[in-house]
Protein backbone atom coordinates (compact mmCIF):
# COMPACT_ATOMS: atom_id res chain seq x y z
CA UNK A 1 0.00 0.00 0.00
CA UNK A 2 1.30 3.38 -0.78
CA UNK A 3 1.16 6.01 2.07
CA UNK A 4 2.01 9.93 1.70
CA UNK A 5 2.51 11.48 4.75
CA UNK A 6 2.18 14.68 5.82
CA UNK A 7 3.43 16.37 8.59
CA UNK A 8 3.08 18.56 10.61
CA UNK A 9 -0.87 17.47 11.11
CA UNK A 10 -1.81 20.64 13.25
CA UNK A 11 -0.21 24.04 12.68
CA UNK A 12 -1.22 26.94 14.48
CA UNK A 13 0.31 30.39 13.86
CA UNK A 14 0.19 34.27 14.57
CA UNK A 15 -0.49 36.21 11.27
CA UNK A 16 2.65 37.54 9.33
CA UNK A 17 4.47 34.35 10.14
CA UNK A 18 5.89 31.95 7.42
CA UNK A 19 5.37 27.82 7.64
CA UNK A 20 5.88 24.58 5.09
CA UNK A 21 4.29 21.43 5.03
CA UNK A 22 5.71 18.72 3.83
CA UNK A 23 4.55 15.41 2.32
CA UNK A 24 6.92 12.10 1.81
CA UNK A 25 6.96 8.69 0.39
CA UNK A 26 9.10 6.31 -0.44
CA UNK A 27 6.71 5.73 -3.97
CA UNK A 28 7.64 7.75 -6.94
CA UNK A 29 4.49 9.80 -8.80
CA UNK A 30 3.78 10.93 -11.86
CA UNK A 31 2.71 14.43 -10.59
CA UNK A 32 1.88 15.47 -7.13
CA UNK A 33 -1.16 17.98 -6.30
CA UNK A 34 -1.96 20.43 -3.33
CA UNK A 35 -5.57 20.58 -2.13
CA UNK A 36 -7.49 22.68 0.53
CA UNK A 37 -10.44 21.94 2.15
CA UNK A 38 -12.23 24.54 4.06
CA UNK A 39 -15.12 23.67 6.50
CA UNK A 40 -18.05 21.83 4.75
CA UNK A 41 -16.71 21.85 1.72
CA UNK A 42 -14.77 19.15 -0.49
CA UNK A 43 -11.05 19.50 -1.43
CA UNK A 44 -10.42 21.89 -4.10
CA UNK A 45 -7.27 22.30 -6.25
CA UNK A 46 -4.48 24.76 -5.48
CA UNK A 47 -1.99 23.57 -7.94
CA UNK A 48 -0.08 20.45 -9.72
CA UNK A 49 3.63 19.78 -9.89
CA UNK A 50 4.80 17.32 -12.60
CA UNK A 51 8.57 17.41 -12.99
CA UNK A 52 11.11 16.01 -10.28
CA UNK A 53 12.54 19.57 -8.94
CA UNK A 54 9.78 21.83 -9.73
CA UNK A 55 8.89 25.31 -8.22
CA UNK A 56 5.47 26.70 -8.55
CA UNK A 57 4.09 30.11 -6.91
CA UNK A 58 1.12 30.85 -6.32
CA UNK A 59 0.56 34.37 -4.55
CA UNK A 60 2.12 34.02 -1.36
CA UNK A 61 2.79 29.74 -0.83
CA UNK A 62 4.97 28.11 -3.05
CA UNK A 63 5.16 24.24 -3.93
CA UNK A 64 8.11 22.24 -4.65
CA UNK A 65 8.26 18.92 -6.20
CA UNK A 66 11.01 16.42 -4.79
CA UNK A 67 14.04 15.82 -7.52
CA UNK A 68 12.83 12.16 -7.12
CA UNK A 69 8.87 12.87 -7.43
CA UNK A 70 8.64 11.16 -3.50
CA UNK A 71 8.25 14.66 -1.87
CA UNK A 72 6.57 17.55 -2.09
CA UNK A 73 6.65 20.88 0.50
CA UNK A 74 4.31 23.96 0.28
CA UNK A 75 5.52 27.17 1.95
CA UNK A 76 3.27 29.78 2.88
CA UNK A 77 5.00 33.25 3.42
CA UNK A 78 3.69 35.77 5.81
CA UNK A 79 0.54 33.37 6.36
CA UNK A 80 -3.21 35.07 6.70
CA UNK A 81 -6.33 34.04 8.79
CA UNK A 82 -7.73 33.15 4.77
CA UNK A 83 -5.08 30.80 4.84
CA UNK A 84 -6.52 28.82 7.92
CA UNK A 85 -8.01 25.62 6.52
CA UNK A 86 -6.85 21.67 6.01
CA UNK A 87 -3.93 20.96 3.35
CA UNK A 88 -4.36 17.61 1.90
CA UNK A 89 -1.42 16.60 -0.82
CA UNK A 90 -2.04 14.02 -3.32
CA UNK A 91 0.23 11.93 -5.33
CA UNK A 92 -0.78 10.59 -8.94
CA UNK A 93 -0.50 7.31 -10.03
CA UNK A 94 -0.90 6.85 -13.79
CA UNK A 95 1.24 3.95 -14.89
CA UNK A 96 -0.44 0.70 -15.96
CA UNK A 97 -3.21 1.83 -13.30
CA UNK A 98 -4.88 5.20 -12.63
CA UNK A 99 -5.13 6.26 -8.81
CA UNK A 100 -5.11 9.08 -6.38
CA UNK A 101 -2.99 8.52 -3.07
CA UNK A 102 -3.81 11.32 -0.31
CA UNK A 103 -1.80 12.21 2.51
CA UNK A 104 -3.28 12.79 6.00
CA UNK A 105 -3.89 16.53 5.40
CA UNK A 106 -2.00 19.41 7.60
CA UNK A 107 -4.70 21.64 9.72
CA UNK A 108 -3.53 24.86 9.51
CA UNK A 109 -5.05 27.76 11.54
CA UNK A 110 -4.00 31.34 11.53
CA UNK A 111 -4.70 34.03 14.25
CA UNK A 112 -5.12 37.51 13.74
CA UNK B 1 -21.46 25.97 -13.53
CA UNK B 2 -19.12 22.76 -13.34
CA UNK B 3 -20.10 21.14 -10.56
CA UNK B 4 -20.07 17.83 -8.36
CA UNK B 5 -23.72 17.41 -6.72
CA UNK B 6 -23.72 14.99 -3.91
CA UNK B 7 -27.17 14.67 -1.99
CA UNK B 8 -28.26 14.04 0.93
CA UNK B 9 -25.84 16.10 2.81
CA UNK B 10 -26.41 15.51 5.86
CA UNK B 11 -28.03 11.61 6.74
CA UNK B 12 -29.13 9.62 9.83
CA UNK B 13 -29.83 6.26 9.76
CA UNK B 14 -29.90 3.24 11.73
CA UNK B 15 -28.00 -0.31 11.41
CA UNK B 16 -29.29 -2.15 8.48
CA UNK B 17 -30.98 -0.03 6.73
CA UNK B 18 -30.06 0.65 3.24
CA UNK B 19 -29.33 3.90 1.89
CA UNK B 20 -28.16 5.14 -1.70
CA UNK B 21 -26.02 8.82 -1.82
CA UNK B 22 -26.20 9.96 -5.21
CA UNK B 23 -23.29 11.81 -6.95
CA UNK B 24 -23.66 13.75 -10.10
CA UNK B 25 -21.39 16.01 -12.59
CA UNK B 26 -22.14 18.14 -15.37
CA UNK B 27 -18.81 18.22 -16.75
CA UNK B 28 -17.94 15.22 -19.02
CA UNK B 29 -15.77 13.73 -16.89
CA UNK B 30 -14.81 9.82 -17.37
CA UNK B 31 -13.44 9.47 -14.06
CA UNK B 32 -15.62 9.12 -10.89
CA UNK B 33 -14.99 8.09 -7.49
CA UNK B 34 -15.94 7.76 -4.20
CA UNK B 35 -13.62 8.44 -0.89
CA UNK B 36 -14.32 8.65 3.04
CA UNK B 37 -12.69 10.83 5.17
CA UNK B 38 -11.82 10.26 8.79
CA UNK B 39 -9.88 11.65 11.60
CA UNK B 40 -6.67 11.08 11.57
CA UNK B 41 -6.80 8.60 8.26
CA UNK B 42 -7.19 11.63 5.16
CA UNK B 43 -9.09 10.06 2.32
CA UNK B 44 -9.71 6.84 1.31
CA UNK B 45 -10.88 5.36 -1.54
CA UNK B 46 -13.81 3.37 -1.62
CA UNK B 47 -14.63 2.83 -5.38
CA UNK B 48 -14.04 4.07 -8.99
CA UNK B 49 -15.25 4.07 -12.00
CA UNK B 50 -12.79 4.95 -15.23
CA UNK B 51 -16.05 5.00 -17.60
CA UNK B 52 -19.96 4.23 -17.90
CA UNK B 53 -20.61 0.04 -17.08
CA UNK B 54 -16.55 0.44 -15.57
CA UNK B 55 -16.41 0.32 -11.75
CA UNK B 56 -13.29 -1.22 -9.42
CA UNK B 57 -12.82 -1.30 -6.24
CA UNK B 58 -10.23 1.07 -4.37
CA UNK B 59 -8.81 0.76 -0.84
CA UNK B 60 -11.42 -0.01 1.49
CA UNK B 61 -14.35 -1.45 -0.30
CA UNK B 62 -16.29 -3.74 1.88
CA UNK B 63 -19.79 -2.68 2.79
CA UNK B 64 -20.04 -0.41 -0.14
CA UNK B 65 -21.26 -1.06 -4.00
CA UNK B 66 -21.36 1.14 -7.01
CA UNK B 67 -22.95 1.24 -10.12
CA UNK B 68 -22.23 3.57 -12.94
CA UNK B 69 -24.92 3.23 -15.76
CA UNK B 70 -24.92 6.69 -16.80
CA UNK B 71 -21.72 8.84 -17.33
CA UNK B 72 -23.03 11.63 -15.04
CA UNK B 73 -24.28 9.54 -12.13
CA UNK B 74 -22.31 7.45 -9.38
CA UNK B 75 -24.38 6.61 -6.50
CA UNK B 76 -23.36 5.29 -3.78
CA UNK B 77 -24.82 1.82 -2.12
CA UNK B 78 -24.74 0.62 1.53
CA UNK B 79 -26.54 -2.30 1.51
CA UNK B 80 -26.69 -2.71 5.42
CA UNK B 81 -24.90 -0.07 6.85
CA UNK B 82 -23.41 -0.42 9.82
CA UNK B 83 -21.74 2.43 12.75
CA UNK B 84 -17.98 1.94 11.21
CA UNK B 85 -19.59 3.55 7.96
CA UNK B 86 -20.00 6.58 10.02
CA UNK B 87 -18.03 9.30 8.24
CA UNK B 88 -17.30 12.13 5.68
CA UNK B 89 -18.19 11.15 2.01
CA UNK B 90 -17.17 12.70 -1.02
CA UNK B 91 -17.80 12.08 -4.50
CA UNK B 92 -14.87 13.37 -6.99
CA UNK B 93 -14.28 13.29 -10.69
CA UNK B 94 -11.88 13.93 -13.14
CA UNK B 95 -11.36 13.97 -16.95
CA UNK B 96 -9.64 10.47 -16.56
CA UNK B 97 -6.57 11.53 -18.36
CA UNK B 98 -3.03 11.73 -16.64
CA UNK B 99 -2.34 14.40 -14.00
CA UNK B 100 -5.74 16.06 -14.55
CA UNK B 101 -6.82 17.15 -11.16
CA UNK B 102 -9.96 15.63 -9.21
CA UNK B 103 -13.28 18.08 -8.55
CA UNK B 104 -15.30 17.11 -5.68
CA UNK B 105 -18.71 17.83 -3.66
CA UNK B 106 -19.20 19.28 -0.98
CA UNK B 107 -19.18 15.28 0.87
CA UNK B 108 -22.09 13.94 2.78
CA UNK B 109 -22.08 13.16 6.42
CA UNK B 110 -23.20 10.03 7.26
CA UNK B 111 -24.00 9.06 10.80
CA UNK B 112 -25.12 5.16 11.43
CA UNK B 113 -26.56 4.52 14.71
Known amino acids: TQLLEQSPQFLSIQEGENLTVYCNSSSVFSSLQWYRQEPGEGPVLLVTVVTGGEVKKLKRLTFQFGDARKDSSLHITAAQPGDTGLYLC????????????FGTGTRLKVLA | EAQVTQNPRYLITVTGKKLTVTCSQN?????MSWYRQDPGLGLRQIYY???????DKGDVPEGYKVSRKEKRNFPLILESPSPNQTSLYFC????????????FGNGTRLTVT
Open chain 1, 90 to 101: AGGLFSGTYKYI
Open chain 2, 27 to 31: MNHEY
Open chain 2, 92 to 103: ASSPGTVNSPLH
Open chain 2, 49 to 55: SMNVEVT
